[in-house]
């Protein structure tokens, strides 16, 4: 039947890579024309013969409901009435050689459960948000100035069920919203919930980007767990990727016969290791499909803000790739400058309409100014995953603790970078699978020096320049990898021992957010100064983090010997107290410390003009503040 036409300026604005409501004109709509109720078809196949919506309304017969292809912009549409939401559908697409191909929909907005493909008629949300409190403070929120802590979160194996089943949504929120909020974090940022047919991919290869999985329930379902973060003080991050897609022949993957979202030539469209393809963002239309995914989270489902994976392979065209195995740019480099530009409209778009979001980038490698503004020549991100600090941190603590001092340049490095950019300081999920063994595990010693091990590192992590990002499990001592098939091993927390890692990682977090000193310039160098990176033959270091007139002192000895009377130098008179120590008896420890206050002498010390002499407790870090 003949469609309630999709404009001419809808047209000429997806035709230039522009159109930031895209969600509401491709896809599925439910409408009225001519007096019937029904579903407006549109979808982009521009290389096609001819294409028609199979369905169960029409027996999922080619042919029987055609679109017709409107001019030169390559969208087909048609108007199908005596439809509604709940219907399922595809496309079946005649390419050059008469071959039909069935297609799901790139802008489906919800999907059947997998291993099925098809898409879902949805009707208009009718949800009725209780987040306007938050949305309003987010819309002014300075978030440099702020504690970031971020609790990352695979959906499917966080808790299961008493039946062995996944939570859904609203279980999620019901269960985990509580539990993130009473731990103190800042965020929750959810593994992919994009649409994708395999689990094991953990969402990392996406087929519908306009859809949350059907796994854990309906859209509107996912709408009333970002409502409840939102109501509870918890914003919303969701990992979100760009930089390719799968081969499934039922998705994107020479959607029209030809390669409409990919490249033609595989040195420039595909990605060898992960056996994906890589988007064409020469193609306006393939950048509005990303740039309006993007917006559809911001907008449809009030999102904080995404985490966009796998950024280095998107900026080297020779990334993971021999010599000869890959196309230079037109200037003959290696950088690619259509992903470049797209990566900046990206950003520059959703800071603009949706203020106070934030779009991080995990980018590996050393490309310069990716969290600088666009206008100097910055990518525009707000945070990039600090995996330098990572990598340094972790294999520094899994060294025998005699053999540390010999690798003490991997903790005083990292600050010879740590504000060229503004960091996250990321203990991710990739950290803890493939044989990585959990961060306990990556510990060496004994039980007792793994968990004092493991409870240094988070205090190091919560101390250290940058924000934060503890996946799962990590706060209270998962022994196993992770794995998606199970749920964490909630059993440990019989343990007190375990128990006391988890107390930790809850104070860590309130003292991140009552002490200025630890979050109001994190990303600034006038927040953090060394006392002491030179004692390597004891394996301590020693630094300050102020902000305004907030000061505070971290001590750590990364060795299991305590240090008695150590002589630290401070940058003020007067009485200095211990705020937390990583090896109180709360967290499982040996409860060595300094419970009395520590009245700083006049005698210099590491460059200050006072100090004072306390007890390290071992493999244990202390940290100190001055009452005002």
Partial sequence: MESPSLSEFDL??????KHWHIYNVLGAHLCRYGGDEGVRFAVWAPAA????????????QPGADPLHKRQDSG???????????????????????????????????????????????????????????????????????????????????????????????????????????????????????????????????????????????TPDDFRYFVDCCHRNHLGVLLDWVPGHFPKDTHALARFDGSALYEHEDPRQGEHQDWGTLIYNYARHEVRNFLIGSALFWLDTFHIDGLR???????????????????????????????????????????????????????????????????????????????????????????????????HHDKLTFGVLYAFSESFLLPLSHDEVVHEKASLLNKMPGDDWQQRANLRLLLTYLFTYPGAKLLFMGGEFGQRREWSEKRELDWSLLEQEEHLGLQQLVRDLNYLLKEQPALH????????????????????????????????????????????????????????????????????????????????ADSQPWMGQAQSIALTLPPLGAVVLEQPL
């Fill in 520 to 599: 109001r310039a994190n990303y600034r160098p006038d927040g953090f100064a060394w006392i002491d990176c030179h004692d390597s033959t004891q394996s301590v270091i020693s630094f300050l983090r102020q902000a305004e007139a907030q000061r505070v002192i971290v001590i750590i000895n990364f060795t299991p010997l305590p240090r008695y009377h150590y002589r630290v130098g401070v940058p003020s008179s007067g009485v200095w107290t211990e705020r937390l120590n990583s090896d109180s008896v709360y967290y499982g420890g040996s409860n060595l410390g300094n419970s009395l206050p520590l009245t």
């Fill in 49 to 60: 013969q001819a294409v028609s919506v199979i369905g169960d309304f029409n027996g999922w």
């Fill in 75 to 217: 969208v087909w549409e048609c108007f199908r009435p005596q439809l509604a939401a709940g219907a399922l559908y595809k496309y079946a697409i005649t390419i050059g050689d008469g071959e039909q191909l069935i297609k799901t929909d790139p802008y489906g907005q919800a999907f059947e459960p997998r291993p099925a493909t098809a898409a879902v008629v949805t009707q208009r949300s009718r949800f009725s948000w209780g987040d306007g409190d938050w949305l309003a403070h987010r819309n002014c929120w300075n978030w440099r100035d702020q504690p970031l802590s971020i609790y990352e979160v695979h959906a499917g194996s966080w808790r299961l069920h008493g039946s062995g089943r996944w939570l859904n949504y609203r279980e999620l929120a019901d269960q985990l919203v509580p539990y993130v909020r009473d731990m103190g974090f800042t965020h929750i940022e959810l593994l992919p919930i994009t649409e994708h047919p395999l689990d094991e991919s953990w969402g990392y290869q996406t087929t519908g980007y306009y859809a949350p999985t059907s796994r854990f329930g």
């Fill in 12 to 17: 000429h604005l997806f035709g230039q890579g």
């Fill in 308 to 406: 966009v994976d796998a950024v280095a392979s998107m900026l080297y065209l020779n990334y993971s790739r021999d010599e000869g195995d890959w196309l230079p740019n037109i200037h003959g480099g290696h950088e690619n400058l259509e992903a470049i530009e797209f990566l900046r409209e990206l950003n520059q778009i959703c800071r603009e309409r949706y203020p106070g979001t934030m779009i991080m980038a995990e980018e590996s490698t050393s490309w310069p100014q990716v969290t600088r503004p666009e206008s100097v020549g910055g990518l525009g991100f707000c945070l990039k995953w600090n995996m330098g600090w990572m990598h340094d941190t972790l294999d520094y603590l899994s060294q025998d603790p005699v053999f540390r001092q010999y």
